[in-house]
């Protein structure tokens, strides 16, 4: 359970203004989070914001009050008065300000006076927060405001709303309780969150099971265009602008299309490389196993995350990338080789 200083307790009862800022291209978990987050804080009082770096995909767009979410892409003025102007500042499913965009991160970084409160699961985090809670064995941070709220001692106050939210981060991050990050107590938390009264199969519905057309064609595409190199049990798939494009690329669309590479049966390793307007090459990186995926984005890539799941960018070309991807899998495999030797 997660020790929460008398400190910060005593913040958040008498503080009235705080914000909630995710990371930049925002995912269930960090949404379900927030916004469960927000309602907490809203029944304590709080004035507060969730606030995302840039538009969340549409296919999370169904959750409670998502149109409340700002963006600072679009609106940075308004938001910067009220970061200046909150008493907390909550950061959630990230623990380096790089992750929320070079314009955001720029902003937060004036605000060094200002008291944050970092809630996330990623490995590696940076000291920017007063109040840090970072545990890389949790499955998701929608698990570890679950465990904040609680260990404050307002279960009670976890409700329908809450728990939908707070179920979809939980779901999305473990790929329906399948990923090796879901334990014994994911489970059990995921259990209480049905007894609040949610609905599981709308929610995976929503999430899983509601694609357009344009969606579906462009999966179709990624799939035609998989790669399987037996010879290092790795798959990948890549995308370019220009089949984006055609396929009416909304963002969010391509979640989990990476998975896909490591179902294949002798798999342990895949890759989604996604070439974007003006933003250079977005990499998703998954593993079986002991395979280090965020060793690999780190090394490689400019990334890092989970050992089964991580990301990584690279301001190079979609061809450039993958060749430089296709230079350095034998040697990062041959070291692990070496060092399990």
Known sequence: MI???????????????????????????????ALALQSFLQ??????????????PGYLKWLPETEEILIYETN??????ILKDSEIIFTLDFNDLSRSGKDL????????????VMIDHHLEPSDYARFMFSDSSKSSTSEMVYDFIVTLGHKNDIDRKMATTLYTGIMTDTGSFKFPNT????????????????????????????????KLHLLGEALNKLV???????????????ELKKHHYQKGDTEGFVNYGLALKDADFAVMFLENENEGVRISFRSKGNFPANE??????????????????????????????LEKLPEFINRLQLENA
């Open 3 to 33: 020790q929460i200083p008398e400190q910060l307790k005593e913040l958040i009862e008498k503080s009235k203004l705080s914000a909630i800022i995710v990371h930049r291209n925002p995912d269930g978990d960090a949404l379900g989070s």
């Open 183 to 214: 334990t014994s107590q994911t489970m059990r938390i995921a259990a209480d969150l049905m007894d609040k009264g949610i609905n599981h199969n709308e929610i995976q519905t929503k999430i899983f099971d509601s694609f357009s057309l344009d």
């Open 228 to 242: 399987f190199l037996p010879q290092y049990k790795t798959a990948y798939i890549a995308l370019g602008k220009d």
């Open 76 to 81: 940075p003025e308004k938001i910067q008065n």
């Open 296 to 325: 690999f984005a780190k090394k490689y890539f400019n990334g890092g995350g989970h050992l089964n799941a991580a990301g990584g960018k690279t301001s190079k070309s979609l061809e450039e990338t993958i060749r430089l991807f």
């Open 43 to 56: 029944k304590k009082g709080h004035k507060t914001h969730v606030i995302s770096p840039n538009e969340i």
């Open 105 to 116: 991160e720029k902003f937060l970084k004036k605000l060094k006076a200002k008291t944050f």
